[in-house]
Every structure is written in C-alpha cells, then in structure tokens.
C-alpha cells in the first residue's frame, strides 16, 4: 500500500493485532469510525473532535478547502500519525493498534506518490509489490501488467517514470494501491494533475471499483468531483465536522435557485427584488436569484405566485423555475462561506 510518500505504508509503532475480541467491519455496517478524535500540533487545532462514519459499500467523498484537516484524518486513520486523542476504527479494528491486520485490505494513495524516477512504471510496481509481505511473488508481473492496464499506464510502462507527467504519476500510485484485491481504498486527491478525460476514467475507475464491493474512501476540494462519483459524503473545514451524510440528502438541505429566462431582464429584476428574491443575478435574457422563504405571515412562498407577477407586469416569462441545489450550495448555506478551493 502506497503510503504519504509513495514507498508502503508501514506505521512507526504499529504493533500486531492478537485479536483481542476485535472483529471485522459487519456487512452493511461502517468500514471507517472515529470518535472524537483530535490532532494538535502545538497549538495548532488540525483535526477537532471529529466523528465520522463510513457505511461499507459506499463511495464515500471527504470533501472541505486545501487545509481543512483532510489530509491530516487520513495519515490518522491509516496509522502514519498518531491522534492526540479520540478513537479511530478502520474495517472493525482500532488504528493504528491493529495496522497489520488492517493495511494489507486498505489500498491508499495519500499525498501523491512518490516514485523511482530512474526505474520504469513496471518496475516501480514490481518494487512496491515485492515490499508488500501478503504478495505472491508467483503472480506479481501479472499483477502489475493488470493494475497498469486499469490506470491506462500499459503503452507508458516501459518509460522511466522521471518523464512522467503529473498526471501521469498520479496514474501509478492509483496502480500501486490496485495490486491487490482491497477491502477498502482511501485516494487523498486522486484527479490532482489530471486533463478532464483523465480525471473523467478515474471517476469511471471508481465506480468499477465500487460495483465490485470496494469501498472507497475519497477526499477532494472538488465539489464537483464529489458530486458525480460519491454515494455518501462528509464536509470539513478548519479541522470540523459540518456535516456528513448522502450526497442526494446534502444537496437536498440547501434551497435551489430560482431561475427566470426572458427578453425582459430588467423589468423581471425589478419585480423579484419587490417580491422578496435575494441575491439576483442578471445575464442576457436569464435572471437568477434566491427565491424568498416565509411571508408575513410565516407561510411558504408560492412561486406560481411570483411568476404571475411577472405576468402582470408585462414580463414576457419563457422560462420559470428551480435550478436544482448543489453541493456548493449545501456548503455555502452550512458554513456561510464560499469554497475556497486554493486556500
């Protein structure tokens, strides 16, 4: 497994696991379970109290601003830090106790990979496979050729991996994680550095791997990303839990935008702000706002309403209706801040 520098993960401290009455994640139960837990550095409040829950199965989006403790979760809860306090369980067993146990059904890209730049994509894998003490020697080439062929790395294998782009790198720690059948998959940023086509097959990778019963575990700044490939998702910034929860029920809990298409932007303008529509935006023959909740009376606002206002005052309405909330949406209305997305 890939670990925080690309070589395999082997936690400093991590002791075996005797069983001590522990037992594997339940089918339909939680693969990942933290409890409280905290990382401090110095006075430094990386990770707060957090409590997280990852159903088995799911695609699982960890999703929050470069810096919002990410990054920071994950080195806790595969073993390569310590937590300052709280408790962490992953597939059933506490981390980092149970590391030996627990890493040999976790893949992981954590951090980018980080490679042998005078050895070939081959022979990289070959050299995390051979580090790995659950390999099988006996089928390792046909491992590697068959994790290289999933990444869409089988024409750049034989090239030194000094000349590989960004993206491509990024291709062959996802390799590195797939050598072997895993339980669980945790990738911190796996799209950094691809084109859109690329980023496009490792969504579709994720979902083949998902079909396959794997669950992944995936972190992103890209809300977007999240969106389009995520089952359940959870939201951190400054080092707290927002929320957590499927990705349909998130984007569910924020109000759509009312969205108005006519020759007449102005005039429609003018009668939504009278009606109580916020935050309008007007572009050529389209007006976009927040529509209004309560009325005087603490009623819901009808928005047939206020499409025949827009009648009444001569707007010539083409359009009328709800743009679906996003998660952008979801996160603005939790955190009442925008997605700093290069913070």
Same mark, same amino acid.
């Given at each position: 497994m890939p670990g925080t520098n690309g070589g395999p993960a082997t936690p400093r401290g991590a002791e075996a696991d005797h069983g001590g009455g522990e037992s594997p994640a339940d089918p339909g139960g939680l693969v990942i379970e933290t409890r409280a837990l905290t990382k401090r550095y110095g006075k430094h409040l990386a990770v707060d109290r957090l409590d997280l829950g990852v159903p088995e199965g799911s +695609? %699982?989006? %960890?999703?929050?601003?470069?810096?919002?403790?990410?990054?920071?979760?994950?080195?806790?809860?595969?073993?390569l830090i310590e937590p300052t306090s709280g408790t962490a369980r992953v597939l059933g067993r506490p981390m980092p106790r149970a590391a030996r146990t627990v890493l040999p059904q976790v893949g992981a890209l954590i951090e980018g990979p980080a490679l042998y730049g005078f050895l070939s994509g081959r022979d990289n894998l070959l050299r995390y496979d051979s580090a790995d003490p659950a390999a099988d020697p006996r089928t390792r080439r046909r491992r590697a050729e068959a994790a290289?062929?999933? +990444?869409?790395?089988?024409?750049?294998?034989g090239k030194k991996t000094k000349a590989y782009s960004l993206g491509m790198k990024q291709r062959l720690g996802l390799a590195a994680a797939l050598l072997q059948p895993r339980r669980l998959l945790v990738l911190d940023e796996p799209t950094n550095?691809?084109?859109? &086509? $690329?980023?496009? /097959?490792i969504r579709t990778l994720v979902r083949e791997l998902a079909a396959e019963g794997t669950t992944v575990f995936l972190s992103s700044h890209l809300l977007d /990303?999240? /969106? &389009?490939?995520?089952?359940?998702?959870? @939201?951190?910034?400054?080092?707290?839990?927002?929320? &957590?929860? *499927? @990705?349909?029920?998130?984007?569910?809990?924020?109000?759509?935008?009312? @969205?108005v298409t006519t020759p007449d932007p102005g005039e429609a303008a003018r009668v939504l702000k009278e009606r109580g529509v916020a935050d309008l935006v007007v572009t050529e023959e389209r007006?976009?706002? /927040? *529509? *209004? $909740?309560?009325?005087?009376? $603490?009623?819901d606002t009808d928005l047939a309403d206020l499409n025949a206002a827009l009648v009444a005052a001569g707007v010539r309405v083409r359009g009328f209706g709800l743009e679906r909330a996003s998660l952008e949406d979801a996160f603005v209305a939790l955190t009442g801040e925008g997605f700093d997305v290069a913070g």
């Open positions: +695609v %699982f989006g %960890f999703l929050g601003p470069n810096g919002s403790g990410k990054t920071t979760t994950i080195r806790m809860l595969m073993g290289l062929d999933r +990444v869409g790395l089988t024409a750049a294998a550095g691809l084109d859109p &086509q $690329g980023m496009r /097959e /990303e999240i /969106e &389009q490939v995520c089952t359940h998702a959870a @939201v951190m910034t400054r080092g707290r839990l927002i929320t &957590q929860g *499927p @990705v349909a029920d998130l984007a569910a809990g924020a109000r759509g935008r009312l @969205v007006v976009t706002g /927040e *529509p *209004p $909740g309560k009325d005087a009376a $603490g009623r």
